[in-house]
């Protein structure tokens, strides 16, 4: 059974930056597309950011060129840097892990979630 463990949340000035971690267990996910995902209050979970097993990436229009996604399968960690911070990116960040790349930014029900990390970002 995997399990799936955010860290790196906290509170920003806009324009900052952050690290979060997604670190692996109970299994090996490197054959896993790995995603960032996130839930600002009162709206839906939204898709940030996919990384496939052999590291192509898949990008939500509002974080391209700011967010950048990498995994370490060494390690079993996915990490999402997030740089130029801005107040709508206040929002809990969810891990995923789906089998198939392909499904992102939808993947199906079910697969691995995180329990979620907060960031808050004032302007």
């Known amino acids: 059974q995997g399990q799936l463990v955010e860290s790196g949340g906290g509170s920003v000035q806009a324009g900052g930056s952050l690290r979060l971690s997604c670190a692996a267990s109970?299994?090996?996910?490197?054959?896993?597309?790995m995603g960032w995902f996130r839930q600002a209050p009162g709206k839906e979970r939204e898709f940030v950011a996919a990384?496939?097993?052999?590291?192509?990436?898949l990008y939500a229009d509002s974080v391209k060129g700011r967010f950048t996604i990498s995994r370490d399968n060494a390690k079993n960690t996915v990490y999402l840097q997030m740089n130029s911070l801005k107040p709508e990116d206040t929002a809990v960040y969810y891990c995923?892990?789906?089998?198939?790349?392909?499904?992102?930014?939808?993947?199906?029900?079910?697969?691995?979630w995180g329990q979620g990390t907060q960031v808050t970002v004032s302007s």
């Open positions: 109970g299994r090996t996910f490197s054959s896993y597309a």
């Open positions: 995923n892990a789906n089998f198939y790349y392909g499904d992102y930014p939808n993947p199906p029900p079910g697969g691995y």
């Open positions: 990384i496939s097993s052999g590291g192509n990436t």
